[in-house]
């Protein structure tokens, strides 16, 4: 069955720390591989995306994600979190034949002072 | 535009009341998708549409709930005889298929439906 894990509802980081979120996959085709954020109240925004080429993929507002396809995984990491990043977010994945993203349940991501 | 416009963002409805969500895609967006997103939950797929053609209503709850985007631009969400469990943030995103065939979703805000 396709799916998306994110195994941590919550996380809590100190500002200027590193931060990174998990995403794990099930995905029978090539997986096209996203995460969004999204803040209160707000619609989601793309973070960045995996579609092929260089594992190691860099995205805005400092993020980069990992494609591991040994480990299913698409982990999100930030060297230095800043308060602005408190949000929630979600990975994804898709393919090339398939329109519809099959969704995580989400990361709260909560900076503490 | 330069980005998904949806309106109303907040609708408060009486149960039983009809309700119609709007969505302005990118201009030139083909793609069109309509999410049901839940409190604490990742969106959950409801309809597609390429151009003015649904292509997948898979994701409609229940026959109470209808889309249309009968110009291929502008898109509207129609819950009707609303119900509690009705009560979630409804999503529009629209998207230019990548060259590799993949789908990029640009979200709009959302409209916060909630029944009371």
Redesign the interface.
């Known amino acids: 069955a396709q799916s998306v894990t994110q195994p941590d509802i919550h996380i809590t980081v100190s500002e200027g720390a590193s931060l990174e979120l998990r995403c794990n996959y099930s995905y029978g085709a090539t997986p096209?591989l996203?995460w969004?954020v999204q803040s209160p109240?707000?619609?989601?925004?793309?973070l960045l995306?995996y579609?092929?080429g260089d594992t190691l993929v860099q995205g805005i507002k400092g993020f980069e994600a990992e494609f591991k396809r040994s480990q299913s995984s698409f982990n999100l990491r930030k060297p230095s979190v800043h308060w602005s990043d408190a949000a929630e977010y979600?990975c994804?994945v898709?393919?090339?034949?398939n329109?519809?993203?099959i969704?995580?349940?989400?990361t709260k991501l909560i900076i503490k002072p | 535009g330069a980005g998904v416009s949806q309106s109303p963002r907040y609708k408060v409805a009486k149960r039983g009341q009809d309700v119609a969500l709007r969505c302005d895609p990118i201009s030139g967006h083909v793609s069109l998708f309509w999410y049901q997103q839940a409190l604490g939950q990742g969106p959950e797929f409801l309809t597609y549409f390429q151009n003015e053609a649904q292509l997948d209503k898979s994701g409609l709850p229940s026959d109470r709930f209808f889309a249309e985007r009968p110009e291929g631009s502008v898109s509207t969400l129609k819950i009707q005889r609303t119900q509690q469990e009705d009560s979630a943030v409804y999503l529009c995103a629209s998207s230019a298929r990548n060259r590799d065939g993949a789908n990029v979703l640009t979200f709009g805000a959302g409209s916060r439906l909630t029944v009371l």
């Open positions: 096209y996203f969004y109240g707000q619609g989601l925004q793309l995306k579609f092929s979600f994804a898709g393919g090339n034949s329109y519809q993203l969704w995580g349940a989400g």
